[in-house]
């Protein structure tokens, strides 16, 4: 049993997470918790402790946490293990955080584009569509092409590819934690057989690979120590923790950026036009709205946290956390509602409304803010750009769509389907 933070922090009796205990909707069992004890609070839940912090003082001492002392590294890994199968964090050599090279990115970006043509053949002129499904099929093509070697983003290798990387999915471990027991009893089965089916398609890879500067190159030759088994495996490894970290976020994030473009037609029809500026303030500002995020890090040795009124020594064994959605919308006034003019380049134009510029974020503060922030506004612009330019788009929806109720983590996922009609404008 971990020590206590010190001095004794309020603590949220009764208040649990989804991995533990039944929750129906999780951001509001941490929001109610924060209404009966102010901003700085202790939640038990399950074998886990957790300080949550939502004061200015505190989520800017958040955001400059050592990571030696309380790291992110060591809360995602807790998060993601609940999902996948140990060996695929065993030895890694190439890092997602690794991926965001200058000019990894342009090659990241020229086959977005091509993934984008192959998007407008296969919806065809006119027809319904989910959006969460279109932006996560992009997802899948973009990335696979980018980093998983040729051949891996077409035909049947693309498609089993993707069964595969749908059940591999890291996010359900925060998008759907109320099933990770369910995964844990059935001893990672599914995950593993999908993870066997990688194997399998970047073993043909590599036979198929002519040198080159790739990522997926780069991948290879880390491996040119190991011989057979252990070489193929552990690319496949690599690959396949790349490809689950890209699935985090972008492809949801995208999703909401064309709901939001789709209820507010005057923006679409300028996005359309070519204005990519205004595309990224869209992005941000959907992003912005649509996280749901848990921020967390795990307390390996003892670290201070000044919350403002009172500074808490925090012992190993505990996770402090902040939560995106209980801030983002709410830190200011005016901030509950879709405005891209809110957004002057990355930053908010308005940001001394706030007790502390940090109260809301997209893509995080401090040293852990997300690496790949230029390349995912890039690859949004585009891919919106591309959808509001060939299609005239009418929502399906006649309320805006809601997220997973149980989603504690990373950009909302839509609960239930969004289906959009597209129809290409006669020439
Ligand atoms: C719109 C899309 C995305 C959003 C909104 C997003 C959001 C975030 C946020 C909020 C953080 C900081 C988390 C924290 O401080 O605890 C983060 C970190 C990170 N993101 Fe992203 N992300 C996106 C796309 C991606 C993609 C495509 C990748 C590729 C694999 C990626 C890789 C990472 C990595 C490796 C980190 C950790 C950085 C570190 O610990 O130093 N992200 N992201």
Redesign the pocket.
Known sequence: MPNQPVPDPPFAEGTGLPWDVSVTDAVAAIAAARARHGDTFAVHSGPDRYLFTFSPAGVESFYGLPEDKAS??VADYLMLRRKLPDEIFDGRRIL??T?FRRDDVSGYLANLNRALDETTAELGSTGTVDVFDLTRRLGHRMGLASWAGPGSAHGEAFEQLVRAFDILDGSDAFVHPDAMAAVAASGKRAERAALDVVVGIVADAVCRRTDGQSLFDRIVDAWRDELGEKRIRGIAFDVAL?HI??M???AA?LGWAVVDLVEHPTYADRVAAGDAELAQRCALES?RLAQR?I?SRAVLSPVELDTGDVSYQVPPGWTIATLLPLLNASAATGLAHWDPDRWTRHRLADEKSLPSPMLV????HG??????QPF?LSA?TAAMTHLCSRYRLTPGWATHPRPVPAQIGG?ARADGPCMLSYRQPLT
């Open positions: 992110k590294g997602p955080g991926l790349i970290a890209s985090s976020n972008l994030a992003i995020s921020m974020t997209a893509f995080g040293r852990h803010s997300c690496p790949a995912s949004m950009v």
